[in-house]
Protein backbone atom coordinates (compact mmCIF):
# COMPACT_ATOMS: atom_id res chain seq x y z
CA UNK A 1 0.00 0.00 0.00
CA UNK A 2 1.00 3.44 -0.88
CA UNK A 3 0.94 6.57 1.22
CA UNK A 4 1.75 9.90 0.31
CA UNK A 5 2.11 12.51 3.11
CA UNK A 6 2.06 15.91 2.58
CA UNK A 7 2.87 19.14 4.91
CA UNK A 8 4.04 22.66 4.57
CA UNK A 9 7.32 23.89 6.78
CA UNK A 10 5.97 26.37 8.03
CA UNK A 11 6.79 25.93 11.69
CA UNK A 12 8.24 22.72 12.35
CA UNK A 13 5.05 21.01 13.75
CA UNK A 14 3.77 20.03 10.43
CA UNK A 15 6.19 18.01 8.97
CA UNK A 16 6.51 16.21 13.14
CA UNK A 17 3.22 15.40 12.06
CA UNK A 18 3.28 14.00 9.35
CA UNK A 19 6.43 11.91 10.30
CA UNK A 20 4.61 10.59 13.20
CA UNK A 21 1.78 9.53 10.83
CA UNK A 22 4.46 7.55 8.51
CA UNK A 23 6.26 5.74 11.20
CA UNK A 24 2.92 4.48 12.55
CA UNK A 25 2.12 3.24 9.09
CA UNK A 26 5.27 1.81 8.61
CA UNK A 27 5.17 -0.32 11.55
CA UNK A 28 1.46 -0.89 11.19
CA UNK A 29 0.08 -4.68 11.16
CA UNK A 30 -1.01 -6.71 7.89
CA UNK A 31 1.95 -6.09 6.24
CA UNK A 32 4.48 -2.62 5.79
CA UNK A 33 3.06 0.09 3.91
CA UNK A 34 5.25 2.18 1.11
CA UNK A 35 5.46 5.34 2.53
CA UNK A 36 6.56 9.15 1.19
CA UNK A 37 6.90 12.17 3.12
CA UNK A 38 7.25 15.49 0.77
CA UNK A 39 7.02 19.39 1.83
CA UNK A 40 4.40 21.21 -0.69
CA UNK A 41 6.98 23.92 -0.80
CA UNK A 42 9.15 21.88 -2.39
CA UNK A 43 7.02 22.04 -5.54
CA UNK A 44 7.05 25.80 -5.31
CA UNK A 45 9.18 29.19 -6.76
CA UNK A 46 12.38 29.25 -4.41
CA UNK A 47 10.97 33.05 -3.57
CA UNK A 48 7.19 31.67 -2.36
CA UNK A 49 9.22 29.06 -0.59
CA UNK A 50 11.30 31.57 1.11
CA UNK A 51 8.92 34.38 1.62
CA UNK A 52 5.93 31.86 2.78
CA UNK A 53 8.62 29.66 5.45
CA UNK A 54 10.99 32.25 6.27
CA UNK A 55 7.96 34.92 6.53
CA UNK A 56 6.05 33.13 8.58
CA UNK A 57 8.38 32.94 11.45
CA UNK A 58 9.99 36.47 11.14
CA UNK A 59 6.19 37.28 11.50
CA UNK A 60 5.60 35.09 14.70
CA UNK A 61 8.87 36.75 16.29
CA UNK A 62 8.96 40.39 15.17
CA UNK A 63 5.03 41.01 15.02
CA UNK A 64 3.48 38.02 16.83
CA UNK A 65 0.20 41.02 17.11
CA UNK A 66 0.00 41.32 13.72
CA UNK A 67 -0.24 37.64 13.02
CA UNK A 68 -2.95 37.31 15.67
CA UNK A 69 -4.94 39.86 13.75
CA UNK A 70 -4.17 38.01 10.47
CA UNK A 71 -5.32 34.25 12.15
CA UNK A 72 -8.27 36.12 13.58
CA UNK A 73 -9.34 37.52 10.19
CA UNK A 74 -8.73 34.90 8.46
CA UNK A 75 -11.18 32.61 10.38
CA UNK A 76 -13.44 34.83 10.15
CA UNK A 77 -13.59 35.69 6.15
CA UNK A 78 -11.42 32.68 4.54
CA UNK A 79 -14.70 30.94 4.04
CA UNK A 80 -15.79 33.10 1.60
CA UNK A 81 -16.51 32.07 -2.17
CA UNK A 82 -14.50 34.50 -3.84
CA UNK A 83 -11.77 34.52 -1.40
CA UNK A 84 -11.38 30.68 -1.64
CA UNK A 85 -11.09 31.01 -5.25
CA UNK A 86 -8.28 33.47 -5.25
CA UNK A 87 -6.67 31.39 -2.77
CA UNK A 88 -6.85 28.06 -4.71
CA UNK A 89 -5.67 30.14 -7.81
CA UNK A 90 -2.75 31.47 -6.27
CA UNK A 91 -2.04 28.30 -4.64
CA UNK A 92 -2.47 26.53 -7.99
CA UNK A 93 -0.36 28.98 -9.65
CA UNK A 94 2.76 28.77 -7.35
CA UNK A 95 3.19 24.85 -7.21
CA UNK A 96 2.53 23.92 -11.23
CA UNK A 97 4.42 20.52 -10.61
CA UNK A 98 2.18 19.46 -7.75
CA UNK A 99 -0.47 17.68 -8.98
CA UNK A 100 1.50 15.86 -11.70
CA UNK A 101 3.81 14.94 -9.21
CA UNK A 102 0.95 13.40 -7.00
CA UNK A 103 -0.85 11.47 -10.27
CA UNK A 104 2.56 10.03 -10.90
CA UNK A 105 3.16 8.36 -7.24
CA UNK A 106 -0.57 7.41 -7.54
CA UNK A 107 -0.81 6.53 -4.07
CA UNK A 108 -3.48 4.42 -2.41
CA UNK A 109 -4.11 7.08 -0.04
CA UNK A 110 -3.04 11.00 0.86
CA UNK A 111 -2.51 12.51 4.50
CA UNK A 112 -2.25 16.62 4.50
CA UNK A 113 -0.44 18.15 7.63
CA UNK A 114 -1.06 21.27 6.33
CA UNK A 115 -3.81 23.00 4.71
CA UNK A 116 -2.36 24.37 1.96
CA UNK A 117 -1.88 20.73 0.27
CA UNK A 118 -4.77 19.85 1.35
CA UNK A 119 -7.06 22.79 -0.26
CA UNK A 120 -5.01 22.15 -3.82
CA UNK A 121 -5.91 18.36 -3.45
CA UNK A 122 -9.44 19.27 -2.50
CA UNK A 123 -10.05 21.01 -5.65
CA UNK A 124 -8.99 18.56 -8.17
CA UNK A 125 -11.54 15.77 -6.38
CA UNK A 126 -14.08 18.08 -6.56
CA UNK A 127 -13.53 19.02 -10.58
CA UNK A 128 -12.37 15.63 -10.99
CA UNK A 129 -8.74 15.66 -11.99
CA UNK A 130 -7.85 13.54 -8.85
CA UNK A 131 -10.02 10.28 -7.67
CA UNK A 132 -8.09 9.45 -5.05
CA UNK A 133 -8.32 9.09 -0.94
CA UNK A 134 -7.83 12.42 0.98
CA UNK A 135 -7.44 12.50 4.70
CA UNK A 136 -6.58 15.51 7.10
CA UNK A 137 -4.77 15.46 10.21
CA UNK A 138 -5.22 19.14 12.31
CA UNK A 139 -2.46 19.60 13.76
CA UNK A 140 -3.50 22.23 16.37
CA UNK A 141 -6.70 21.61 19.70
CA UNK A 142 -8.50 24.36 17.51
CA UNK A 143 -9.77 24.27 14.04
CA UNK A 144 -9.01 27.40 12.04
CA UNK A 145 -10.83 27.85 8.92
CA UNK A 146 -8.22 27.21 5.77
CA UNK A 147 -8.73 23.89 7.10
CA UNK A 148 -12.08 22.96 6.28
CA UNK A 149 -12.49 22.36 2.56
CA UNK A 150 -15.20 20.37 0.56
CA UNK A 151 -14.53 16.77 -0.66
CA UNK A 152 -12.35 15.30 2.27
CA UNK A 153 -12.63 11.64 3.03
CA UNK A 154 -12.02 12.22 6.47
CA UNK A 155 -10.84 14.32 9.14
CA UNK A 156 -8.77 13.75 12.40
CA UNK A 157 -8.94 16.28 15.15
CA UNK A 158 -7.47 17.09 18.86
CA UNK A 159 -10.53 17.29 20.90
CA UNK A 160 -14.47 16.54 20.64
CA UNK A 161 -14.46 20.77 20.46
CA UNK A 162 -13.48 21.04 16.92
CA UNK A 163 -14.59 17.81 16.36
CA UNK A 164 -18.31 19.77 17.05
CA UNK A 165 -16.70 22.89 14.74
CA UNK A 166 -16.16 20.51 11.56
CA UNK A 167 -19.62 19.34 11.68
CA UNK A 168 -20.87 22.89 12.30
CA UNK A 169 -19.54 23.85 8.94
CA UNK A 170 -20.54 21.19 7.23
CA UNK A 171 -18.84 17.80 7.37
CA UNK A 172 -20.43 14.49 7.75
CA UNK A 173 -19.94 13.31 11.46
CA UNK A 174 -18.81 9.90 9.64
CA UNK A 175 -15.64 12.05 8.29
CA UNK A 176 -14.85 13.59 11.49
CA UNK A 177 -12.72 11.26 14.07
CA UNK A 178 -11.50 12.91 17.41
CA UNK A 179 -7.68 11.15 18.01
CA UNK A 180 -5.63 13.32 19.49
CA UNK A 181 -2.18 15.28 17.42
CA UNK A 182 -0.45 12.77 16.06
CA UNK A 183 3.21 12.48 18.27
CA UNK A 184 6.02 9.81 17.90
CA UNK A 185 5.34 6.51 18.56
CA UNK A 186 7.71 6.94 20.97
CA UNK A 187 6.17 9.24 23.29
CA UNK A 188 3.26 6.40 24.35
CA UNK A 189 6.09 4.41 25.91
CA UNK A 190 7.93 5.54 29.12
CA UNK A 191 11.34 5.48 31.26
CA UNK A 192 11.14 5.27 35.11
CA UNK A 193 12.33 8.69 36.28
CA UNK A 194 15.20 7.05 37.98
CA UNK A 195 16.38 5.76 34.89
CA UNK A 196 16.10 8.61 32.41
CA UNK A 197 17.68 10.60 34.91
CA UNK A 198 21.02 8.08 35.06
CA UNK A 199 20.89 7.63 31.09
CA UNK A 200 21.10 11.84 30.55
CA UNK A 201 23.15 12.48 33.36
CA UNK A 202 21.05 14.10 35.70
CA UNK A 203 20.84 14.78 39.90
CA UNK A 204 19.08 12.03 41.04
CA UNK A 205 16.99 13.79 43.78
CA UNK A 206 16.86 17.08 42.80
CA UNK A 207 13.59 18.38 40.93
CA UNK A 208 13.89 19.01 37.24
CA UNK A 209 12.41 21.87 35.44
CA UNK A 210 12.72 21.56 31.15
CA UNK A 211 12.35 24.57 29.62
CA UNK A 212 11.63 24.07 25.62
CA UNK A 213 12.03 26.43 22.81
CA UNK A 214 10.76 24.38 19.60
CA UNK A 215 11.95 23.14 16.86
CA UNK A 216 13.78 26.36 15.67
CA UNK A 217 14.56 27.65 19.07
CA UNK A 218 12.02 30.24 19.22
CA UNK A 219 11.36 31.71 22.64
CA UNK A 220 13.13 33.16 25.63
CA UNK A 221 14.52 30.57 27.00
CA UNK A 222 17.97 32.47 28.05
CA UNK A 223 15.60 35.20 29.94
CA UNK A 224 14.02 31.84 31.59
CA UNK A 225 17.23 30.92 32.63
CA UNK A 226 18.59 34.05 34.21
CA UNK A 227 15.09 34.30 36.35
CA UNK A 228 16.35 31.15 38.60
CA UNK A 229 19.73 32.90 39.12
CA UNK A 230 18.64 34.69 42.19
CA UNK A 231 15.69 32.39 42.96
CA UNK A 232 15.29 30.74 46.03
CA UNK A 233 13.86 27.50 43.90
CA UNK A 234 15.76 24.27 44.66
CA UNK A 235 15.75 22.31 41.36
CA UNK A 236 17.91 21.51 38.13
CA UNK A 237 17.46 23.09 34.67
CA UNK A 238 17.11 21.29 31.69
CA UNK A 239 17.44 23.41 28.34
CA UNK A 240 16.64 22.01 24.79
CA UNK A 241 17.67 24.69 22.55
CA UNK A 242 16.30 23.41 19.11
CA UNK A 243 18.45 24.36 16.17
CA UNK A 244 18.96 28.14 17.62
CA UNK A 245 22.77 27.51 17.63
CA UNK A 246 23.00 31.14 18.67
CA UNK A 247 20.02 30.15 21.59
CA UNK A 248 22.24 27.45 22.63
CA UNK A 249 25.76 29.28 22.97
CA UNK A 250 24.08 32.44 24.90
CA UNK A 251 22.26 29.62 27.21
CA UNK A 252 25.51 27.79 28.09
CA UNK A 253 27.39 31.14 28.65
CA UNK A 254 24.49 32.15 31.29
CA UNK A 255 24.89 28.51 32.48
CA UNK A 256 28.13 28.99 33.78
CA UNK A 257 27.00 31.62 35.85
CA UNK A 258 24.17 30.06 37.81
CA UNK A 259 24.06 27.90 41.06
CA UNK A 260 21.87 25.56 39.99
CA UNK A 261 22.95 22.95 37.98
CA UNK A 262 21.87 23.39 34.47
CA UNK A 263 21.93 21.16 31.65
CA UNK A 264 22.07 22.82 27.83
CA UNK A 265 21.27 20.58 24.63
CA UNK A 266 20.55 21.71 21.06
CA UNK A 267 18.37 19.91 18.83
CA UNK A 268 17.69 16.33 20.49
CA UNK A 269 16.14 13.08 18.96
CA UNK A 270 15.13 11.83 22.44
CA UNK A 271 13.05 14.41 23.71
CA UNK A 272 10.21 11.75 25.40
CA UNK A 273 13.83 10.44 27.41
CA UNK A 274 13.88 13.81 28.82
CA UNK A 275 10.32 14.42 29.36
CA UNK A 276 10.52 11.12 31.45
CA UNK A 277 12.73 12.50 33.29
CA UNK A 278 11.27 15.99 34.58
CA UNK A 279 8.67 16.83 36.89
CA UNK A 280 7.69 20.46 35.03
CA UNK A 281 7.71 21.91 32.01
CA UNK A 282 7.97 25.39 30.44
CA UNK A 283 7.75 25.46 27.19
CA UNK A 284 4.91 27.47 24.30
CA UNK A 285 1.84 25.54 23.30
CA UNK A 286 2.70 24.68 20.02
CA UNK A 287 0.16 21.95 18.72
CA UNK A 288 2.75 18.51 18.75
CA UNK A 289 5.02 19.71 21.57
CA UNK A 290 1.75 20.15 23.90
CA UNK A 291 0.73 16.90 22.71
CA UNK A 292 3.79 15.07 23.75
CA UNK A 293 3.33 17.15 27.27
CA UNK A 294 0.29 15.41 27.90
CA UNK A 295 1.40 12.43 26.40
CA UNK A 296 3.90 12.17 28.98
CA UNK A 297 1.64 13.03 31.81
CA UNK A 298 3.91 16.04 32.90
CA UNK A 299 2.36 19.69 34.14
CA UNK A 300 2.70 22.91 31.96
CA UNK A 301 3.81 25.99 32.59
CA UNK A 302 2.93 28.28 29.10
CA UNK A 303 4.80 31.10 27.76
CA UNK A 304 4.24 33.45 24.91
CA UNK A 305 1.79 31.72 22.92
CA UNK A 306 1.58 32.84 19.36
CA UNK A 307 -1.63 34.94 19.15
CA UNK A 308 -4.15 32.61 17.19
CA UNK A 309 -3.54 28.93 17.35
CA UNK A 310 -1.06 28.71 20.25
CA UNK A 311 -3.46 30.99 22.13
CA UNK A 312 -5.94 28.59 21.48
CA UNK A 313 -3.54 25.57 22.57
CA UNK A 314 -2.69 27.43 26.13
CA UNK A 315 -6.88 27.94 26.61
CA UNK A 316 -7.26 24.18 25.72
CA UNK A 317 -4.56 23.01 28.25
CA UNK A 318 -5.51 25.74 30.93
CA UNK A 319 -9.18 24.29 30.92
CA UNK A 320 -8.11 20.83 31.06
CA UNK A 321 -5.93 21.57 34.08
CA UNK A 322 -2.95 20.69 32.89
CA UNK A 323 -1.04 24.05 33.14
CA UNK A 324 -0.53 27.11 34.42
CA UNK A 325 -0.22 30.73 32.43
CA UNK A 326 2.95 32.42 32.90
CA UNK A 327 2.87 36.25 31.94
CA UNK A 328 6.19 37.06 33.05
CA UNK A 329 9.65 35.38 32.50
CA UNK A 330 10.62 36.84 35.78
CA UNK A 331 7.96 34.64 37.48
CA UNK A 332 9.23 31.35 36.57
CA UNK A 333 10.53 30.77 39.94
CA UNK A 334 8.06 31.18 41.46
CA UNK A 335 5.33 29.37 39.44
CA UNK A 336 7.62 26.14 39.79
CA UNK A 337 7.98 26.45 43.50
CA UNK A 338 4.20 26.91 43.22
CA UNK A 339 3.91 23.34 41.97
CA UNK A 340 6.96 21.81 43.53
CA UNK A 341 5.89 22.77 47.19
CA UNK A 342 2.16 21.38 46.54
CA UNK A 343 2.54 17.53 46.00
CA UNK A 344 -1.83 17.21 45.68
CA UNK A 345 -1.55 19.72 42.92
CA UNK A 346 1.04 18.30 41.16
CA UNK A 347 -0.26 14.69 40.96
CA UNK A 348 -3.44 15.87 40.25
CA UNK A 349 -2.19 18.25 37.01
CA UNK A 350 -0.11 14.78 36.30
CA UNK A 351 -3.48 12.69 36.51
CA UNK A 352 -5.35 15.17 34.06
CA UNK A 353 -2.30 15.01 31.82
CA UNK A 354 -2.59 11.62 31.47
CA UNK A 355 -6.61 11.86 30.75
CA UNK A 356 -6.11 14.53 28.25
CA UNK A 357 -3.24 13.10 26.61
CA UNK A 358 -3.15 10.59 23.19
CA UNK A 359 0.05 8.87 23.31
CA UNK A 360 -1.24 6.28 20.22
CA UNK A 361 -3.16 9.20 18.02
CA UNK A 362 -0.51 8.34 14.95
CA UNK A 363 -1.58 4.75 15.49
CA UNK A 364 -5.32 5.17 15.64
CA UNK A 365 -5.49 7.61 12.24
CA UNK A 366 -3.27 5.12 10.32
CA UNK A 367 -6.10 1.96 12.01
CA UNK A 368 -8.77 4.00 10.39
CA UNK A 369 -7.21 5.34 7.52
CA UNK A 370 -6.58 1.54 6.75
CA UNK A 371 -10.06 0.46 7.67
CA UNK A 372 -11.65 2.88 4.97
CA UNK A 373 -9.12 2.14 2.57
CA UNK A 374 -10.59 -1.88 2.98
CA UNK A 375 -13.99 -0.89 2.75
CA UNK A 376 -14.09 1.28 -0.34
Not at 35 to 45: N, Y
Not at 183 to 207: E, H, N, S, Y
Not at 320 to 349: I, S
Request: include cysteine.
Amino acid sequence: MKILLLHASAGAGHKRAAEAVGKAFSTAPGGACEVTVRDILDFTPALFRRVYARGYLDLVRRAPELWGYMYAQSDKKSQAPWRKKVRSIFNKVNTPSFLKFVREQAPDAIVCTHFMPLELLSTARKCGTLDLPLYCVVTDFAVHALWIVDDVSAYYVATEEARRHLLRNGQAPDRVTVTGIPIDPVFATRLPQATARKQLGLDPKLPAVLLLSGGFGVGPTVDLIRSFKDSTCKCQLVVIAGANAKMKEEAEAVAQTMTQPVKVCGFVNNMHEFMDAIDVVITKPGGLTSSEVLAKGKPAILIDPIPGQEQRNCEYMLEAGTALRLYDVHDAPYKVELLLADQTRLDDMRRRAEQTGKPNAARDIVQDILRRTAAQ
